[in-house]
């Protein structure tokens, strides 16, 4: 396992950096379908091809969610598997704290409260 206070080697940087560009259009993919995907469940929905989780319709949009996600766990497997989970799951967690900071309306109810 890697310890968390040494340097990232080349390979795992850019799996962290490519797992963060995903969830970031995640996030974008999410808000444009009305999507709260941070609450629970709702990721194993849309992964089941439930579209009753959208706010709005947007097929198209919702499809690319879908990929994206499947992708998203391509990657983190990936991270698991070349450098345990322990790691995998301490990105992964790092990764959802910047998307609740940047798009604080992805959980909770719908539509957000005006600020």
């Known amino acids: 396992m890697t310890d968390p206070k040494e340097p990232l080697d080349p390979s795992t940087a ?55 996600l499947a992708l998203h766990f391509g990657v983190r497997d990936s991270m698991a598997d070349a450098h345990g989970q322990a790691l995998a799951s301490r990105v992964e967690q790092q990764v959802i704290d910047r998307l609740r900071a940047r798009f604080p309306t992805l959980a909770g109810a719908w539509p957000p409260a005006a600020r």
């Open 14 to 68: 850019r799996l962290i950096d490519s797992l963060e560009d995903i969830d970031t259009e995640i996030a974008r993919l999410a808000l444009l379908c009305q999507v709260r995907i941070l609450d629970p469940g709702v990721v194993e929905r849309v992964v089941r091809n439930d579209a009753s989780v959208c706010g709005t319709s947007n097929p198209v949009a919702f499809e690319k969610l879908r990929g994206l």
